[in-house]
């Protein structure tokens, strides 16, 4: 499919990624379990916290996969930041390479709790 530069996917785009990034606020109470790539070779490493505690970006748990039959191909460039991870062919070395495993995220699950009135109530969790 060389019509196709490259394909962009996360599976942590949910309604998991808005709890991680809201502000704070005191009626609402959000705790997160998360799986994070760690170095040197990407070993799932999980973190509980607060979304303060664990500091998730928007660009968090994002994959890009080149097409090196492409076209057009896009420069690894345009995504390269901390966190995204990318594959893609090095026609000079003949290998394929794959960054940022070690630093992104695998898997997220929140647990919001509203008080309200003075009450407790665990309201949702999601993926």
Known sequence: MREIS????SCTATWGKVNAL???????HT???SS?????????????GTPAQIGETITDGAQV????????RL?????RRKGVVQQYYNAETNMWVQ???NRSLFFRLTQNSIFSDGHFNDVAKDG
Do not use: K, M, Q, T
């Open 6 to 9: 490259a394909v962009i996917f």
């Open 22 to 28: 809201a502000p704070e606020s005191p009626d609402r």
């Open 31 to 33: 705790i997160i379990e």
């Open 36 to 48: 994070w790539g760690s170095e040197p070779l990407g070993e799932p490493v999980r973190r509980v």
């Open 65 to 72: 996969y080149h097409n090196p039959y492409a076209i057009y």
């Open 75 to 79: 420069s690894p460039e345009v995504f």
């Open 99 to 101: 960054e940022e495993v």
